[in-house]
């Protein structure tokens, strides 16, 4: 198991077909917090149109890599680099370039908006920033960016306190694609949600993969959803990679002990909980 | 439950809606002190520096002369009426000056943090320290006596009492995630401190600022009282109660009294306003979390 090595993760079918480079390509990446390595060593590359998850049991360093993707945290060592161009600086100019081509999509929807503003506000906000142009085109292209997610216009004047939780994670992925990133980093972004609403939330998801060619690093821990929504999936432990390669294969015949104690966790019919704990001793042992 | 839940919101909003008596009586004060103040050109019934020394301390309910007069022959509720201009205008002044050091100071600090916070912050811990009164004689002291003096004074007094709070909602408005998600979108500090962190604030700007209007008005009736306000023939509140002090001893105080009675009557008002916008911001916040 070469862990740590630079595999290309990244789907061999692009959507954009003619270019081959990886859009998002990380390279050792570490993060330490004190003492504390909460991400150890992490490199894998995202082809254009790809879906990549990133899969672990809580504390594994899920977020903080995806919020070091985002700009959000700063890794003590490694490289993030978008569209083959490495991501340093915080001046204005490479603030906004970082975010053309990247953004997110928090586990909680409701608290990624300013809950004085209405929906349509939100998202007309980054296109301003992003995408100059008239109050009206503006007005035009978040109607458009509401139908794109399945959210009416009356949606888009409430506030986010009055929308359910599949709508406002709807708007923030509206919001998001307003920007028209190549690259969305989800973080548990169905977590929170009804098993039902999560379904139409990824079918969504999908969708809009197929439509438009964006990539995706989705962090998760459910492996029923990663399965739904990756192609190529990474396993974390403790800050390390220690499982990559095709979603369907990780899961149909782990390689890592690890991985395969994730797999037996998952409650179904025959569950078997001494399997669990044998999987949690063999882990330990290594 | 689901049922139960609109109801019960739409309780909670009728109840915040109703407005306790006293804040309306305050309300309705204020305003009528600040039309008589406006208007009074037109309302006043005489000149408010026409000396008569033939009709010199009238008490109140006198022919011509509903308020009485003071020891020179002056109309007291003329003078009252257009000392409202000044006691009114200055510590407006004062509110608005400090409201604006204040949100900017405490605005910076907060999301500035680090060693500009602690700077900042003991500033404004010593200014807040450091009696208004005290400040405002030693400035009248230096540059002499008049309004712009005093009111600059106040002003740099109070701005501790606004940038603190200012300052505090700042950081916790600043800790909520959303803000992370503007960072992640590209937007810089400035923007999400004035479109998002801003408003948050204003509510509490409000509170502290009428509140701050208050003790304002009050500093600078007792500097014009001291006579290091404003200047004869000029009236203010201050200086009609400054005057009135050989009267009073002679055994007329209405001259003093009823101008003292405006500006006690003006400070419950502005602070019974102020306690309730910060009360209902309170409740507010409590709903919301
Ligand atoms: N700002 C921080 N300061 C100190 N430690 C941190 C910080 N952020 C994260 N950590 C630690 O880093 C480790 C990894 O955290 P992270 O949030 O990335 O895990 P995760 O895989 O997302 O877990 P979960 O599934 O629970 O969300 C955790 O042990 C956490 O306590
Ligand atoms: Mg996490």
Known sequence: ?286 | MTLTIPALRARSAKRRRRRPLIVSLAVAFLILVAAMGLLAPVLAPHSPDATSLLNSLLPPGAEGHWLGTDSTGRDVLSRIMYGARLSLLAPLGVVLLSGLLGTAIGLLAARAGGWADAVLSRGMDIVFAFPSMLLAMLVVAVFGPGLTAPICALAVSYTPFVGRVVRSVAIQEGTRPYMESYRVMGFGELWVTLRHLLPNVVPVLVAQSTLAFGYALVDLAALSYLGLGVRPPDADWGSMISQARSAILQGEPWSGLLPGLVVLLTVVSVNVLGEHIGGSIGRKQSEGA
């Open chain 1, 1 to 286: 198991m070469n862990a740590g090595d630079l595999v290309d993760t990244g789907g061999s079918v692009n959507a954009g077909g003619s270019v081959n480079a990886p859009v998002l390509s990380v390279t050792s990446l570490v993060k330490k917090f004190g003492h504390f390595t909460a991400v150890d060593d992490v490199s894998f590359e995202l082809m254009p149109g790809a879906s990549l998850g990133i899969v672990g049991e809580s504390g594994s360093g899920k977020t903080t890599t995806a919020r070091i993707l985002a700009g959000l945290e700063q890794p003590t060592s490694g490289t993030v680099a978008l569209d083959g161009e490495v991501i340093e600086g915080h001046s204005r100019r490479a603030r906004l370039r970082h975010a053309r081509r990247l953004q997110m999509i928090f586990q909680d929807p409701y608290s990624s908006f300013d809950p004085r503003q209405t929906i349509a506000r939100s998202i007309a906000e980054p296109l301003r920033l992003h995408a100059p142009g008239s109050r009206k085109e503006h007005q035009a292209r978040v109607d458009e960016l509401l139908d794109q997610v399945g959210l009416s216009r009356r949606a888009g004047e409430s506030l986010p306190r009055d929308l359910s939780g599949g709508q406002r994670q709807r708007a923030a992925i509206a919001r998001a694609l307003g920007i028209a990133p190549r690259v969305l980093v989800l973080d548990e972004a169905v977590a929170a949600l009804d098993v039902s609403i999560q379904a139409q939330i990824l079918t969504l998801l999908d969708q809009l993969r197929r439509d438009t060619g964006i990539s995706y690093v989705f962090v998760s821990h459910d492996l029923a959803v990663v399965r739904y929504i990756t192609d190529t999936s990474i396993v974390m432990r403790h800050g390390r990679i220690v499982e990559r390669g095709e979603t369907e294969q990780i899961l149909r015949g782990p390689q890592h002990p690890y991985t395969r104690l994730l797999l037996d966790s998952i409650p179904s019919p025959d569950w078997d909980l001494d399997r669990v704990v044998q999987d949690r001793r063999a882990l330990d042992l290594r």
